[in-house]
């Protein structure tokens, strides 16, 4: 069993940064892709980025890529999501969610663990 637990969100403004933050309980870190999703008020929660588990490999949704970055600590048993030149249409819930030796986990249900979430919100 994983534990998830993201922090850093909060209120910024357009143009500002943001690093998030999920830290994972379990010796196992090390065999599990990361993912970030967001979810606004009243849509689907979607997609933002991903990392393998030996952060050699980074996928982002096409609204993110140039903006967003994700990494990743082993030994800290950290993921972080890098924020930068954010947008009001950034504004939503964060969730990591951890998907046990997927290489390629694109879908919610690809998933098997999720955090609570972390609000983002960036005003105009």
């Known amino acids: 069993q994983m534990q998830l637990v993201e922090s850093g969100g909060g209120l910024v403004q357009a143009g500002d940064s943001l690093r998030l933050s999920c830290a994972a309980s379990g010796p196992t870190f090390s065999s599990y892709t990361m993912g970030w999703f967001r979810q606004a008020p009243g849509k689907e929660r979607e997609f933002v980025a991903r990392?393998?588990?030996?952060?050699?490999?980074?996928n982002y949704a096409d609204s993110v890529k140039g903006r967003f970055t994700v990494s990743r600590d082993n030994a800290k048993n950290t993921v972080y999501l890098q924020m930068n030149m954010l947008k009001p249409e950034d504004t939503a819930g964060y969730y990591c969610?951890?998907?046990?030796?997927?290489?390629?986990?694109?879908?919610?249900?690809?998933?098997?663990?999720w955090g609570q979430g972390t609000q983002v919100t960036v005003s105009s």
């Open positions: 969610a951890a998907a046990f030796r997927r290489l390629t986990p694109t879908s919610i249900g690809d998933y098997d663990y």
């Open positions: 990392i393998s588990w030996s952060g050699g490999r980074t």
